[in-house]
């Protein structure tokens, strides 16, 4: 069992950054592919970015290309997502996520992650 715990959301105006982290603990980290989804109000989860544990292999979904990265401590059990140039549409809940989808993958379907945390909220202000 992976938990996952999600921080660094909050309020902030349109063009400004956050930084979320999510810790993880419990079985080990190693080995597996972390990812970012988000869900805002009335719409389904969507996927945002992925990393594999070798942090070789990364994914973004195209609208997040160039202003969101993700990242990973793998000694700190901590994968991040540095978000810039933020929009009212970003305004979601973000979650974060382990796949055992193997060292060298990464995953965008939501149905591939075995663990999630409880999510942070996101409010970009216009």
């Known amino acids: 069992q992976v938990q996952l715990v999600e921080s660094g959301g909050g309020l902030v105006q349109a063009g400004g950054s956050l930084r979320l982290s999510c810790a993880a603990s419990?079985?080990?980290?190693?080995?597996?592919?972390m990812g970012w989804f988000r869900q805002a109000p009335g719409k389904e989860r969507e996927f945002v970015a992925a990393?594999?544990?070798?942090?070789?292999?990364?994914y973004y979904a195209d609208s997040m290309k160039g202003r969101f990265t993700i990242s990973r401590d793998n000694a700190k059990n901590t994968v991040y997502l540095q978000m810039n140039s933020l929009e009212p549409e970003d305004t979601a809940v973000y979650y974060c996520?382990?796949?055992?989808?193997?060292?060298?993958?990464?995953?965008?379907?939501?149905?591939?992650?075995?663990?999630w945390g409880q999510g942070t909220q996101v409010t970009v202000s216009s």
């Open positions: 419990g079985r080990t980290f190693s080995g597996y592919t």
């Open positions: 996520a382990a796949a055992g989808v193997g060292p060298l993958r990464v995953a965008v379907r939501a149905r591939d992650y075995n663990y």
């Open positions: 990393i594999n544990w070798s942090r070789d292999n990364i």
